[in-house]
């Protein structure tokens, strides 16, 4: 079969919750519905990501946007440089319906409108707000033709073909925080050119720090309740169990009775979450494997039993 699609076959692609990759004039995005968390996770599973990292969401308008997230005044007037290269981190309106691990758990969300008509096109004819990182496998550069596309992936992922990408350079992200403006990621739009059109500073995030990048730091994702991994709960404690597993007395969530790791996955920031508003100080976790999805899995569940 080609490899290339056009837009209603690729956006009906996306509506099943299959991924589709797509030109923006940044670099191509390996896009899916970013309200199906089943659709999200091929995105890790097919990238080879180890990690869940929050993705950036990419829809057609602002009036789409505004569905998704909080758009202070500040926020709408970054917004002039839609559709553009700029990404913008902005609290998640409740409700939104996007997939949690499409926004890796946080109460944050990364938007942005891409300036190539056929990434809003495409986003438009899906209905959907489409999450796409870059569309390369984790680790190989960042595609700018259609055809790098298909030769990372061997073939197996389906691409609109929109021709080269004019920046090669993914999007700029600003945290937008109250009256202040934070540049989480240098990219295609330059700072100077945002502080020249909003009148304002823009600074930088200091490095390393949990703000510039909220995947990466390790005990970011850290529940209140301590974590104790690779073990059984004791009285008093709360449980997140994998697989078979005898009842508890307490606090307790399966991530998968039957051990399926996309299940697991697709649950396990809400149960994290759920576990952690029981009250329980501590939450015992069951062994995960580390084959496929579980590698991300037992990556995010260090990274909240990490010491801080
Ligand atoms: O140019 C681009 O932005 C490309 C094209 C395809 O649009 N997309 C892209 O997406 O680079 P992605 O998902 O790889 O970028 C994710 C970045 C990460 O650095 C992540 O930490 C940050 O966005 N991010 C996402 N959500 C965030 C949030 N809630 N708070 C802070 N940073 C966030
Ligand atoms: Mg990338």
């Known amino acids: 079969m080609s490899a290339f699609l056009d837009i209603a076959a690729a956006a009906a692609l996306l509506r099943e919750g299959k991924l589709c990759a797509f030109p923006t004039e940044t670099v191509y995005g ?60 902005l609290p998640a309106r409740p409700g939104n319906g996007l997939a949690d691990v499409a926004t890796a758990g946080l109460d944050s969300v990364a ?18 707000p489409l999450a796409a990182p870059s569309a390369n496998p984790s680790g190989r550069l960042s595609p700018t033709t259609a055809e790098q596309v298909v030769s990372g992936f061997e073939g197996r992922v389906p691409v609109v073909n929109g021709g080269p990408c004019t920046s090669g350079l993914e999007s700029t992200i600003i945290r937008v925080d109250g009256n202040r403006l934070i540049q989480l990621r240098a990219g295609a739009l330059a700072r100077s050119e945002i502080e020249a059109v909003i009148g304002q500073t ?16 390790l005990s970011h994702y850290a529940p209140r309740a301590a974590v104790r ?54 939450i015992a976790v069951t062994p995960i494997p580390m084959d496929g999805l579980g590698e991300a899995i037992n990556d995010r569940l260090e990274r909240a039993a990490a010491p801080r």
Do not use: C
């Not at 998968?256 to 649950?267: F, Q, T, V």
């Open 30 to 89: 390996l896009g899916a519905d970013a309200t199906n968390a089943d659709a999200v996770l091929s995105i890790y599973e097919t990238k080879g990501r180890p990690r869940f990292n929050p993705l950036i969401v990419h829809v057609a308008d602002l009036e789409m946007a505004k569905t998704l997230a909080e758009f202070p005044p500040l926020a709408e007037r970054l917004a002039e440089f839609w559709p553009g290269p700029l990404t913008l981190v």
């Open 229 to 282: 991994l690779n073990t059984v709960p004791q009285a008093g404690e709360a449980w997140l169990a994998f697989g078979a597993s005898p009842s508890w007395d307490g606090p307790m969530r399966n991530l998968s009775p039957s051990g399926d790791l996309r299940e697991a996955a697709r649950n396990l920031f809400s149960m994290l979450h759920e576990l952690d508003a029981s009250g329980a100080s501590l």
């Open 111 to 128: 938007i942005r409108v891409p300036n190539h008509p056929l990434a809003l096109e495409l986003i438009r004819a899906a209905g959907r």
């Open 202 to 217: 823009v600074e930088l995030a200091p490095k390393d720090s949990a703000i510039a990048a909220p995947g990466m730091l």
